[in-house]
T-cell receptor, first 115, second 115 residues
Framework: AQSVTQLGSHVSVSEGALVLLRCNYSSSVPPYLFWYVQYPNQGLQLLLK??????LVKGINGFEAEFKKSETSFHLTKPSAHMSDAAEYFC?????????????FGSGTQLTVLP | GAGVSQSPSNKVTEKGKDVELRCDPI?????LYWYRQSLGQGLEFLIY????????KSGLPSDRFSAERTGGSVSTLTIQRTQQEDSAVYLC???FGQGNYNEQFFGPGTRLTVL
């Protein structure tokens, strides 16, 4: 069975500082990997996804993530935080084969951006 | 274009009552998912529909939960004899095609409160 671990339920950064949100997966075969963002009282919005192509994936709003098979990681980064980045971020996985289609989510990381 | 819509946005009910939650997916999307988001359990998969195939009900927590999808479009999630632990935000998502790599587009959710 697949699982996702997000280290740090809360992360605070200063405006303009680097954002690093950690995600590690556990599965025998590397899955497809996704990062979603959730703003207050809204649904989830896809930031980026890894689907076995390039290991460095660029997404919306200046975010990117690097798939590292040796570390079973898919950490999300942004060089310079903006106040509008404050939200909850979820890493999710889904298998690359088999009948299951649903996403398995991590527990989420609440990002606070300090002025 | 129109995204995934859900109704009602908020629902307050008394313990033991039945509730119905509605999801209108993006037009043309063949896959539809229901997830539940609660403080204690995070984001959990409930049920998945793909075209005319039998739904994947593996995430439904009890037989009090059921869902249907009429005409391959609108879906209704029904919770019978609601319990306080059913209080959560219920999220619907849809995607195009059968590939797991396809983005799931999420609705804003229905916040259910069981008194």
């Amino acid at each position: 069975a697949q699982s996702v671990t997000q280290l740090g339920s809360h992360v605070s950064v200063s405006e303009g500082a680097l954002v690093l949100l950690r995600c590690n997966y556990s599965s025998s075969v590397p899955p497809y990997l996704f990062w979603y963002v959730q703003y207050p009282n809204q649904g989830l919005q896809l930031l980026l996804k890894y689907t076995s192509a390039a290991t460095l994936v660029k997404g919306i709003n200046g975010f990117e993530a690097e798939f590292k098979k040796s570390e079973t990681s898919f950490h999300l980064t942004k060089p310079s935080a903006h106040m509008s980045d404050a939200a909850e971020y979820f890493c999710a996985v889904t298998p690359t084969s088999g009948s299951a289609r649903q996403l398995t989510f991590g527990s989420g990381t609440q990002l606070t951006v300090l002025p | 274009g129109a995204g995934v819509s859900q109704s009602p946005s908020n629902k307050v009910t008394e313990k033991g009552k039945d509730v119905e939650l509605r999801c209108d997916p993006i037009s043309g999307h063949t896959a539809l998912y229901w997830y539940r988001q609660s403080l204690g359990q995070g984001l959990e998969f409930l049920i998945y529909f793909q075209g005319n195939s039998a739904p994947d009900k593996s995430g439904l927590p009890s037989d009090r939960f059921s869902a249907e999808r009429t005409g391959g479009s609108v879906s209704t999630l029904t919770i019978q004899r609601t319990q306080q632990e059913d209080s959560a935000v219920y999220l619907c998502a849809s995607s195009f095609g059968q590939g797991n790599y396809n983005e799931q587009f999420f609705g804003p959710g229905t916040r259910l409160t069981v008194l």
